[in-house]
């Protein structure tokens, strides 16, 4: 097994479009920082309307690297899972492309290895990629604009709620939320992994990949009774963002934060546990679906 995960990493590695997301992800994270290097006090005013007069701070001093990167993880872990997909969707539709792929199954390895193997190859593939945002958007973040502690902006339905995390209760949070990301970004990994099972080219699964992201995330964002009652908690899109909870401090009766707390555990293990029950799934579909599938090219 560790001998296959070699190859198929070097395979992923030869492929131009593994660097394209890395770069990708610099590009949009150079643009942040330089718009907020040039000009954050604009968006730091934009944000502080809906602020009681009695909140009171150095706006300057509030864009510091930790500040940075949650804004950039709110903008760019939407985009991230097209990234995914480009990789994650050329894994079995890769090789029925070039004609590989009868070969590959002749080998004395099961179905099961191959798709065990592929889909640990692409949640690699992720975890790098997440490393890469980690660097970019909260190493060289801090480099740029230091550290202080951090504002969470937040919206509560029709109120905006502005939480103050301090310096020394931040680091642990990123790890945290980073780590959720990765399982979150591995349920796309599996089922553009799933849906190259289909194709005969890569096109066709990143698209239908990118399409259902796009379509679920939209059913996610209704407000609506019947669907948040009997559709929403069986989307993968519901759980994406569960990172954030990780920034959702806990309070005192008085309104008083409590360092090292979270306002919702609860809620971040459930949304964990679900995205792993989505995981598990579309893996074990993918294994018998590969079983059964009549390998012509």
Request: net charge positive.
């Given at each position: 097994?560790?001998?296959?995960l ?14 394209i997301?890395f770069i ?21 005013d934009?944000?502080m309307?809906s602020a ?26 939407i985009?991230v899972?097209i ?6 969707a050329?894994?079995i ?7 590989t792929?009868?070969?590959l199954v ?7 290895q ?9 949640t690699i ?12 958007a909260?190493l ?15 919206t ?32 796309i990994?599996?089922?553009?992994l ?10 066709g ?9 796009i ?5 996610s964002?209704?407000n609506?009774?019947?669907?948040d ?42 949304s ?5 029950a ?20």
């Open positions: 097994m560790w001998r296959l070699q190859i198929e990493l070097f395979k992923i590695s030869r492929r131009p479009r593994t660097y997301a990708a992800i610099a590009a949009i994270v150079s643009i942040f920082q330089f718009a907020f290097k040039a000009d954050g006090q604009s968006y730091m934009l944000m309307q009681k007069d009695e909140f009171t701070f150095d706006r300057i001093q509030a864009i510091n690297g930790y500040f940075m990167c949650y804004i950039i993880l709110n903008t760019l872990l985009q899972p990234l995914v997909a480009l990789i994650a050329d894994s539709s890769g090789e029925a492309n070039m004609g792929l009868r070969l002749s080998k004395p390895i099961s179905r099961t191959i798709i065990l193997v592929k889909f640990a190859a692409a593939f992720t975890i790098f990629l997440l490393l890469w945002m980690a660097i970019t909260l060289l973040s801090i480099v740029i604009f230091g550290t202080g502690d951090m504002l969470v902006f937040r509560k339905g029709e109120n905006s709620q502005i939480m103050l995390i301090t310096k020394d209760d931040v680091m642990w949070r990123y790890y945290a939320a980073f780590a959720y990301a990765t399982v979150a970004l591995t349920v990994a599996a089922l553009s799933f849906l190259s099972i289909f194709a005969e080219n890569s096109i699964p990143i698209i239908a990949t990118v399409c259902i992201v379509v679920c995330t939209i059913i964002n209704i609506v009774p019947i669907i009652r009997n559709v929403k908690p069986f989307l993968f899109t519901s759980y994406l963002v569960g990172w954030k909870g990780f920034f959702y401090i806990g309070t005192n009766a008085d309104g008083s934060t409590i360092k090292g707390s979270l306002e919702n555990w609860p809620a971040i293990r459930k964990l546990m679900i995205l792993l989505h995981i598990a799934v579309i893996i074990t579909a993918s294994v018998i679906v590969f079983k059964r599938k009549d390998i012509l090219s």
